[in-house]
T-cell receptor
């Protein structure tokens, strides 16, 4: 079945770049997603990438996709303390999303 | 457009009771999916409804059920509650055929079973 894996923790200094990595198994996924979850809240859609793209940039966010290795990454430039949260990558097929366990990003002042 | 709404936001029940959670999708969205989030198991897919029909189902016992109404609003029901059902229940809506199948999530219902 589908499986998505992420590293669990990342700590950076304010102003640095953060890179969160993810690997997935379902090669039929057309789109891959990044969500952000703050304490006590639901999932906020950050960005997504079409599977035939290598890169997508959206303001401070850059998504890189290596389809051959089934590897997805999210780069956050100029990371701020407000970026501290849990980040999930997900693949979606026919109304069902499979999520990684989430990467807890801690941003230190 | 208003986002996905879920009611109630918080719920406390005791073992053996049943509970019904409600989800109103984004206007025009016809697919609603439900997820359970717990610290131990992470985000797990429960089921997905499209045009009042269950299209996809996760690996949960029959105590978990759902339905969708003609206006696309959805409810999920958990009967005979167990302590392990304590979780954040999230619903998401999407517009199948819109190209991306992107899911937009509500704030969740926090269920505590005592």
């Amino acid at each position: 079945g589908e499986d998505v894996e992420q590293s669990l923790f990342l700590s950076v200094r304010e102003g640095d770049s953060s890179v969160i990595n993810c690997t997935y198994t379902d090669s039929s996924s057309t789109y891959l997603y990044w969500y952000k979850q703050e304490p006590g809240a639901g999932l906020q859609l950050l960005t997504y990438i079409f599977s035939n793209m290598d890169m997508k940039q959206d303001q401070r966010l850059t998504v890189l996709l290596n389809k051959k290795d089934k590897h997805l990454s999210l780069r956050i430039a100029d990371t701020q303390t407000g970026d501290s949260a849990i980040y999930f990558c997900a693949e979606t097929n026919a109304g069902k999303s499979t999520f990684g366990d989430g990467t807890t990003l801690t941003v230190k002042p | 457009k208003a986002g996905v709404t879920q009611t109630p936001r918080y719920l406390i029940k005791t073992r053996g009771q049943q509970v019904t959670l409600s989800c109103s999708p984004i206007s025009g969205h016809r697919s609603v999916s439900w997820y359970q989030q717990t610290p131990g198991q992470g985000l797990q897919f429960l089921f997905e409804y499209f045009s009042e029909t269950q299209r996809n189902k996760g690996n949960f016992p029959g105590r978990f059920s759902g339905r969708q109404f003609s206006n696309s609003r959805s409810e999920m029901n958990v009967s005979t509650l167990e302590l392990g059902d304590s979780a954040l229940y999230l619903c998401a809506s999407s517009l199948p055929g819109g190209g991306t199948d992107t899911q937009y999530f509500g704030p969740g219902t926090r269920l505590t079973v005592l």
